[in-house]
C-alpha cells in the first residue's frame, strides 16, 4: 500500500468526516488506506466511526494528544508512506497523489506537505522557515521582520509555485516516507501538542533528510475547528515550546529567552492597558500568569 492517512480526533465528528469524504473524493493517484485515532471522545463520535467500513478505528480511551495518538496509528499503518491529515482539513485537489509523487521521486525528501488556505482560499500557516530559536522568538516581538526581510512572501506559505526547502510542515498535513518515521521513532511522546511536529522535523532532518513544501498540493485548513477553548490552547502552546526548548538548548539559553518572552508579554500588558485597550490587556495578562506558571513548575 502507497499511503496511509492518519487522523486524529477528539470529539470532532462532523469535521472529521468532512475531511474523510474530502480524501475519498480527491484521491485516485494512489492506494491508501484511512485510519482514524480516537482520542477518547465524548461526544456520538465513535458510534458512526465503528460501523464506518471505509476506515480503521483505534480507540485510545483517553486523551493522549496530538503525537502520540499519532503514534498509536502508524503502529497499524500498513502505508510506505505516513499521511498525518488534521479533522479541520478538506482536502482541494488530488493532495495527497501529488505528496506521495514527491516523495517517490525524490528520495532525499523524508518529510511534505503543501498550501493550506482558509475557508474563502486564502493563504495560511503552512509551514516554518526558521526553527524556534533565540532569534526566531526575538523576531517575533519585533513583528517578523527579520523573516520578512529574508524570506519575504513565502514565510509561512509557499508563493513561488516551486517546490521549496523550509525548516519545518506543519502538523496539519505531513507526509513522512516510513524509513524517516521508523529512525526517528515518530513523535516525540513529551509533547502533548503544539511543536511536536516542528521536534519531527528537526529530527528527520538531522537524519540527513529534506523538509520540502510542495506549493502543487492544496488543502484548506480550518485553523482552530477542531480545538476551541483559548486559555487552554495558549497553556498546551506555551508547554509545548518549553518541551522543545529544553530539549533542544542549555539551560542557560532557555533562561535568556525566558527572560526575553516574560519582559515582551509584561510590556504588552502594560502599552495595552495605557491605550485603553482592555481586552488585549487581559489577553496579555493571561499568556504572562501561564508562562510564570510554567515556568514555577519546572
Not at 502507497?2 to 480526533?9: A, F, G
Not at 494512489?30 to 485515532?37: F, L, T, W
Not at 474563502?120 to 523573516?147: I, K, W
Not at 480550518?222 to 486559555?231: H, I, M, Q, R, T
Request: hydrophobic share 40%.
Amino acid at each position: 500500500m502507497d499511503v496511509s492517512v492518519i487522523i486524529v480526533n477528539y470529539n470532532t465528528t462532523e469535521l472529521l468526516l468532512s475531511c474523510i469524504n474530502s480524501v475519498l473524493e480527491h484521491t485516485h493517484g494512489v492506494s491508501y488506506e484511512i485510519i482514524v485515532a480516537d482520542n477518547g471522545s465524548s461526544d456520538s463520535s465513535l458510534a458512526p466511526l465503528r460501523a464506518d467500513k471505509r476506515l480503521r478505528l483505534v480507540e485510545l480511551g483517553e486523551n493522549l494528544g496530538f503525537g502520540r495518538a499519532n503514534n498509536a496509528g502508524a503502529v497499524i499503518a500498513r502505508g510506505d508512506h505516513l499521511f498525518l491529515l488534521n479533522p479541520d482539513t478538506l482536502l482541494v485537489n488530488d493532495a495527497i497523489t501529488i505528496l506521495f509523487r514527491h516523495l517517490k521521486e525524490h528520495p532525499q525528501t523524508g518529510i511534505c506537505g503543501g498550501n493550506l488556505f482558509d475557508s474563502n482560499m486564502q493563504p495560511v500557516h503552512s509551514h516554518h522557515m526558521q526553527m524556534p530559536s533565540l532569534l526566531s522568538e526575538a523576531d517575533t516581538v519585533a513583528g517578523h521582520l527579520y523573516a520578512k526581510l529574508r524570506y519575504g512572501r513565502n514565510t509561512l506559505f509557499n508563493h513561488t509555485g516551486e517546490n521549496m526547502h523550509v525548516a519545518a510542515i506543519t502538523g496539519a498535513d505531513m507526509m513522512i516516507r516510513r524509513e524517516a518515521w521508523e529512525k526517528t521513532g515518530g513523535f516525540d511522546p513529551a509533547f502533548f501538542m503544539y511543536f511536536e511536529d516542528t521536534d519531527l522535523c528537526l529530527r528527520v532532518k538531522k537524519e540527513g533528510y529534506d523538509i520540502v513544501n510542495v506549493p502543487q498540493a492544496h488543502i484548506i485548513h480550518l485553523e482552530g475547528k477542531s480545538f476551541g477553548k483559548a486559555k487552554l490552547r495558549a497553556e498546551r502552546f506555551f508547554k509545548g515550546r518549553h518541551v522543545f526548548f529544553h530539549k533542544h538548548y542549555p539551560p542557560f539559553y532557555n533562561t535568556l529567552t525566558d527572560a526575553m518572552n516574560i519582559t515582551t508579554i509584561g510590556l504588552g500588558t502594560a502599552l495595552s492597558k495605557l491605550l485603553g485597550r482592555q481586552e488585549k490587556a487581559e489577553l496579555y495578562r493571561e499568556r504572562l500568569h501561564i508562562y510564570r506558571q510554567l515556568l514555577k513548575s519546572n
